[in-house]
């Protein structure tokens, strides 16, 4: 079984790994709905080029900030053959000027498999999340275990 490492923007990381923290980015983008300029500090931590936003005026409901995330895959089977897919990736958000207060605060978005997300998560939900895959990981260990012993059994046999 191959189990693949990468992340976003070809970064080399592991997960759980940590970079040395960085200052904020701060920049100016023309309001798209006013025409006037408007200065946002990014959300530390957040890795995307904003080049874009800074070039052309944009609707600041469209301004956001993510973090990186290591990609992790593993084979599934889902008709007849393994292909690779994404599994438990995370990434922390922010959209400074959306119309919903929630989203203007740094909030989770977990994939769970390839772009099937559990979004909008503030840190209780998110602890919810993990409490689950807790439970279950531990369901996986005594699997583990049990296969363990049953091959050994089964090997034992005359």
């Not at 000027?97 to 740094?106: A, I, M, N, T, V």
Request: aromatic share 6%; glycine share 4%.
């Amino acid at each position: 079984m191959k189990i693949l490492q990468s992340t976003e923007n070809e970064r080399q990381a592991t997960p759980g790994q940590t970079e040395p923290a960085t200052s904020p980015q701060t920049w100016t983008f023309i309001n798209r709905n006013t025409g006037k300029p408007m200065t946002f500090t990014c959300m530390p931590g957040c890795d995307i080029d904003h080049n874009s936003d800074v070039a052309t005026p944009y609707f600041p409901d469209d301004i956001w900030c993510q973090t990186r995330r290591a990609d992790v895959t593993l084979p599934i089977n889902e008709n007849g053959k393994p292909e690779e897919y994404k599994v438990l990736g995370i990434t922390i958000n922010v959209r400074p000027f959306d119309e919903k207060l929630s989203q203007r605060l740094p909030h989770a978005s977990v994939e769970v498999i390839d772009d099937c997300w559990i979004e909008d998560l503030d840190p209780d939900a998110l602890a919810i999340v993990i409490a689950t895959l807790e439970s279950r990981l531990d369901v996986l260990r005594d699997s583990h275990t049990q296969l363990v012993k049953l091959r050994a059994e089964h090997e034992a046999r005359p």
